[in-house]
């Protein structure tokens, strides 16, 4: 059998979201605790949008910049803050091992040119004739890459230098856990020493919006927390990127490198969401398999609840079972990033534990509770709005 | 029993059944009749109209009924027929209930033109110029649920997840082109760990659409060959001018050797290494030193524990393109050197075309089935060699051969390399 589990560390960070960039600006807003949304660019949607990167700073090259739309900017952004923050930006001899598996969906449209078709198709005398000939004459050549789905991690490969390898994971909130599942489970067993694992989003966007509002997801003003939406569920969707250096212990020991925390686990799984309950007893389950006994009064919940029906209200069941453990949902402050939103929830999670502290709750239903008490632990859920459950458990390096 | 470990110390990961569908037919004996026949499976396209298409022909899947046309259906559907297939040579589980994780490289899924319009139209409200604003109206009435849930990245992988019954979160993954191997790879890793005895891979592929060919064409990667259609695809050959789009899918059971020998199940090869190395050069270029290819094709060579002198067949990624089949030819010479002349390398991809995301399966399919008849496909449509390219590259007919070890090449855009590398029944 193999050796007992390699222990992994977080030892970067890269988050990028409304309420700005890095973890103190997150955790300032999150102390604040006044969430905002905008519900004028995408009326009536909500949604949480990223404002005032300069992108320079971590993609230098004008002309990579003009290769990506801008979820994949946001994302090449949050990356090279990861590296920056786990000390290893530049470094090729450890990014040319690097393993990075993201999180991502894609899929962005010019929406110009789809406004055209739309409009002439039906009027053409051959319509399939114009659809060839206006995408032929009025697509960019380089939109394809800019919103397919593996370009975000190339453009990682070519801005920063990660070559160690590139994976894309898709499949909305469950790429995210599985991501991170499979990086930390290559590190556990000696097939990875170190790995950038990620994803981002750009909520911008009425194309990608509408595959939410299909199923009557996307959240309409007024805003309101996750757990206040009861009569309105859905989510508003969160521009945000969200990267970690996730690093064998003895290699980040080895180059001197200061935990952020521990990744001591990560569960995923597919519940058959057929009857009510099904979410609910998956995080049952994966609770009740977590490798490392909870500290009593030292661990809280980092709940990604999105707002969406059901998911959202068997989340709030599963949490009635353990009342005695304070919960804060980010999504109240970040709206959701899909692909990234577990990445991100865990990584405020291992600031939290690095910090022995919670924010304040943003809820008047009675899920988040007032809690000053110092923690040790962080356990994350990822609850897809369609599919997908996944539990991660962060602990503080002692 | 001792455990059956490679020379690492891992467990050794065996197939035990293997599926196939693409524009050649359905199934191994009708793949294998026809790609060692040399059959092209390139036609000209009849799906939808070509009009004012440079490139008019590709390997398509007519032949798989369906009736709501979309990618990801079309995906969805061959993913089932492969895995069926596979499933039912491994013999393992009860159907519906496959004793491991699910790993399934598939092409990134959007709403497609059809859709499109009739939510424009179903939303314009007599307006005269349509946006995303009346298709987003459409979508408020409620009457286009189903586009939710077909238009997910997730819904192919859960769709198979539920009919076989596969364990855990299913992983939907894209490496571009070589997101077949990538799939394959994540089912080597997960059974080296020793978190499953099981995985079902698949690499599955139903893209040809007007956008995604034209996408294509704007790259300038496409043939737009004015030969017949079967000619278009001339991987290696002087005068190829670029891929032909294609679909297909191909299905393979991975266990580890222990769990296969414990049920008796028949061992149809052995995935004995993978290797990756991410080209940071260009996005859809490869670095012109080829390094980061002949990293990938020596990184895979070493996971197998064996050396560059080991490997007597090269399953090219071939793709017809000017850039791809000489950067290739160069990391093949760069890393066997001498003997890199003497290596049959063939190129399934002149008679299938080019099936993308599920190329690395597919070809990985067809390494196996090289292995097992001791036989090597040709590359088709080789009649006027490029000189820059002094490689054997099994022209135009198939061949029998002494075949131990074959490594099989996926390079993607993106900088996305990997290579595995497939042998026989251990003895």
Request: glycine fraction near 10%; charge should be negative; proline fraction near 6%.
């Amino acid at each position: 059998m193999a050796d007992q589990a390699r222990e992994a560390w977080i030892t970067g960070i890269g988050i990028v979201s409304c309420l700005g960039e890095g973890p103190d600006a997150h955790w300032k807003a999150l102390q604040e605790a006044r969430p905002a949304a905008d519900d004028q660019t995408q009326a009536p949607y909500l949604i949480h949008p990223v404002d005032g990167l300069d992108y320079d700073k971590q993609i230098p090259k004008k002309g990579d910049q003009r290769q990506m739309e801008p979820w994949q900017r946001i994302g090449t952004y949050a990356a090279g803050l990861a590296l920056e923050s786990a000390g290893v930006k530049g470094n090729t001899s450890i990014l040319s091992r690097m393993d990075m598996i993201v999180a991502a969906g894609g899929g962005e449209r010019d929406q110009a040119v789809d406004s055209a078709i739309m409009t002439g198709m039906p009027k053409a005398p051959e319509p399939e004739a114009f659809l060839n000939e206006r995408l032929t004459s009025d697509l960019r050549p380089t939109l394809f890459l800019a919103q397919l789905s593996n370009l975000l991690a190339g453009n990682i490969s070519i801005v920063h230098g990660v070559t160690g390898s590139s994976r894309t994971f898709m499949g909305e909130e469950s790429s995210g856990v599985n991501a991170l599942r499979i990086a930390l489970a290559r590190i556990q067993a000696g097939q990875s020493d170190i790995g950038l694992v990620g994803g981002s989003y750009n909520a911008d966007r009425p194309d990608l919006l509408m595959l939410y509002e299909f199923a009557g997801h996307a959240l309409k003003a007024p805003f309101a927390p996750v757990w206040e939406r009861k009569d309105r569920s859905g989510f508003a969707l969160g521009s945000m990127g969200a990267f970690l250096i996730i690093e064998a212990r003895e290699h980040a020991q080895a180059r001197g490198a200061v935990p952020i925390a521990r990744l001591t686990a990560t569960l995923a799984d597919n519940a058959r969401r057929q009857n009510p309950g099904a979410i609910k007893d998956s995080l049952e389950r994966m609770w009740a398999t977590l490798p490392a006994p909870l500290l009593p009064d030292r661990h809280v919940i980092i709940s990604g609840a999105t707002g969406a029906a059901p998911a959202t209200a068997e989340e709030r069941d599963f949490l009635s079972n353990h009342r005695d453990v304070a919960v804060r949902a980010t999504g109240t402050y970040l709206g959701h990033g899909v692909e990234p939103q577990f990445l991100m929830n865990v990584a405020l999670a291992a600031v939290a534990v690095n910090r022995g502290e919670l924010f304040p709750p943003c809820d008047t239903t009675g899920v988040e509770r007032p809690f000053s008490g110092s923690i040790a632990q962080a356990i994350v859920t990822g609850v897809g709005h369609w599919r997908g459950e996944g539990l991660a458990l962060v602990e503080a390096v002692s | 029993m001792a455990a059956k470990k490679d020379s690492a110390g891992r467990p050794v990961v065996v197939v035990t059944g293997m599926g196939i569908v693409t524009s050649l037919g359905t199934g191994k004996d009708e793949n294998w009749a026809r790609l060692t026949g040399g059959v092209s499976g390139i036609r000209n396209i009849t799906r939808f109209p070509t009009d004012g298409l440079r490139t008019r022909f590709a390997g398509t899947v007519d032949f798989v009924p369906l009736n709501d046309w979309s990618t990801p259906a079309l995906s969805e559907r061959l993913a089932q027929i492969a895995a069926e297939e596979a499933l039912a040579e491994s013999g393992i589980g009860i159907r519906g209930d496959f004793p491991g994780p699910l790993f399934l490289a598939v092409p990134p899924i959007e709403l497609e033109w059809p859709q499109r319009l009739k939510l424009a139209q179903v939303g314009a409200d007599g307006d005269d110029t349509l946006t995303y604003q009346h298709a987003l109206a459409a979508a408020r009435t409620g009457q286009f649920k189903s586009y939710h849930e077909r238009f997910m990245f997730m819904s192919v992988a859960d769709h198979l997840a539920e009919q076989f019954g596969t364990k855990g979160s299913p992983i939907s993954l894209s490496t571009a082109c070589a997101s077949g191997a990538t799939a394959i790879q994540l089912g080597v890793e997960a059974i080296r760990r020793g978190e499953t005895d099981a995985a079902l891979c698949i690499g599955s592929d139903g893209s040809v659409n007007p956008e995604a060919l034209i996408r294509f064409q704007l790259l300038s990667a496409l043939s737009m060959s004015t030969e017949p259609p079967e000619q278009a695809s001339k991987p290696f050959s002087k005068n190829r001018d670029g891929f032909v789009m294609a679909e297909g899918s191909a299905a393979l059971v991975l266990e580890s050797l222990d769990g296969a020998k414990a049920r008796g199940a028949k061992i149809l090869g052995v995935l004995e290494g993978c290797g990756e190395m991410t080209d940071a050069f260009h996005r859809t270029r490869s670095s012109p030193d080829g390094k980061p290819i002949v990293g990938c094709i020596n990184s895979a060579i070493a996971d197998a524990g064996l050396s560059p002198d080991d490997i007597d067949h090269i399953n090219a990624h071939g793709t017809s393109t000017p850039e791809n089949d000489k950067m290739e030819s160069l990391g093949v010479i760069t890393v066997f050197g001498e003997r890199a002349t003497q290596i049959p390398i063939s190129s399934n991809k002149s008679m299938i075309g080019h099936t993308l995301s599920a190329a690395g399966a597919i070809e990985a399919v067809v390494s196996l089935m090289t292995l097992q008849n001791q036989r090597i496909p040709p590359t088709i449509n080789h009649r006027v060699p490029d000189p820059a390219i002094p490689l054997d590259v099994v022209p135009n007919e198939a061949r029998d051969a002494r075949v131990t070890h074959v490594i099989s090449n996926s390079f993607g855009f993106g900088g996305q390399n990997v290579s595995l590398v497939m042998g026989g029944e251990p003895q």
